[in-house]
């Protein structure tokens, strides 16, 4: 059943329900990420002339068709991150407001899902040609006897679980890291092999109906203590007082110099969001190893628009402010 198919003539003026996970208030920070998103868009809304109102999502069906008769939305901002506190089901909230008619901003339920389980997502890719890294998963944990693995969850993103111990050698510590994670955080965790090298955010804005290529940006490894892994754990991402949150910076002044690796990223990265079908906008994330080989650590369907993250800061490079991102995001949508 649809609720209704309001046709939208122009998007000057819209009525935008900003529709958010669910967050408990002693939520850790990655959680509480959302909210602030939320609040930031809000404004760059209000600002942009559009009305708004926020609520959380309620995997309910009746309540949230009540809900959304009740606010009767132009358009929803899909903020949906977790669903009954996991990543697992965040695909839940796209699937609702298309079974009930209303625009959404951002990716398909489908595309949602499928990025979402990064297992499911690699053997894709791989099957594709599309370059990601060796995996292997419980209970064999076959292909592990030589190198570094990394150990990380199928379905939660965030860094969650990312210190240094999470880089291993061998089968045993494989195993011993997974079964400690899912102990400690649930779900399910894989091996994934570990590629020394540098690190990119390609984030991608659809413009026209097609996806349109911000700076990319590398991360740096500042004042690292060789011993340690090179990665962006939990609280490099997170943690304003950990030295690891000030020593990872974001820098694009490598594209002129490096024109091939760029066109080499920008090419895989139009090349996922075709294949997985992505809409409105996405990030993917890349290692490149020392032979200058790229390989795909993920594709987020609904990446971070914090001001401070990686997306509004490519944009931001490309001479883009925080309002224009939203506009675009809310354009697309409309017109999608
Ligand atoms: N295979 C890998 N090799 C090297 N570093 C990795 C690998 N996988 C993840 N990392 C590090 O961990 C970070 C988070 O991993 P990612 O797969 O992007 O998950 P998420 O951002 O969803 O938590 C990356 O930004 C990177 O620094
Ligand atoms: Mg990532």
């Known amino acids: 059943m649809k609720l209704y198919k309001r046709r939208i003539g122009h998007v000057e003026h819209v009525r935008v329900l900003i529709l958010h996970s669910e967050i408990a208030p002693d939520a850790p920070p990655d959680d509480q990420d959302t909210l602030l998103q939320a609040a930031v868009i809000e404004r760059a809304l209000k600002q942009l002339g559009h009305e708004t109102s926020c609520s959380n999502f309620d995997p309910d069906s009746a309540a949230m068709e ?23 089901h965040a695909s839940l909230a796209p699937a609702m407001l298309t079974r009930f008619g209303v625009p ?18 690699k053997r894709a890719m791989a099957g594709a040609g599309l370059p990601t890294p060796d995996w292997s998963e ?17 379905s939660e993103d965030a860094s969650l679980g990312l210190d240094d111990g999470a880089v291993v050698h ?7 890291r997974a079964q400690a994670c899912a102990a400690r955080y649930g779900g399910r965790w894989f091996a994934e092999r570990y590629i020394e090298g540098r690190e990119f955010n390609v984030a991608l804005i659809e413009k026209f109906g097609a996806p349109f290529v911000l700076p990319i940006g590398e991360m740096l490894f500042e004042r690292w203590d060789d011993a340690r892994p090179r990665i962006i754990g939990y609280a490099a991402k997170w943690d304003e007082t950990a030295p690891e949150y000030h020593d990872t910076t974001r820098v694009f002044d490598w594209q002129e110099r490096e024109p091939r690796l760029h066109r080499m990223l920008e090419f895989i990265s139009r090349e996922c969001w075709s294949f997985f079908g992505l809409s409105g906008y996405a990030r993917v994330d ?10 795909i650590l993920e594709v987020n369907p609904n990446p971070c628009l914090e001001p401070s993250a990686g997306f509004a800061a490519a944009c931001a ?8 991102l939203i506009s675009e ?8």
């Open 317 to 324: 490079q490309a001479g883009m402010d925080f309002a224009s």
């Open 66 to 88: 009540g809900m959304l008769v009740r606010e009767c939305p132009d358009l929803v901002f899909n903020l949906v991150e977790t669903v009954w506190g996991s990543g697992v």
């Open 286 to 295: 890349f290692r490149v190893d020392a032979e200058g080989r790229p390989f």
């Open 104 to 121: 959404f901003t951002g990716c398909s339920a489908s595309a949602i899902a499928a990025c979402g389980d990064k297992i499911f997502a």
């Open 329 to 336: 995001i809310v354009k697309s949508a409309i017109q999608g």
């Open 170 to 176: 061998g089968c045993e510590a494989v195993a011993e």
């Open 138 to 154: 419980a209970p064999a944990w076959s292909g592990i006897a030589d190198g570094r693995w990394i150990i990380k969850s199928v």
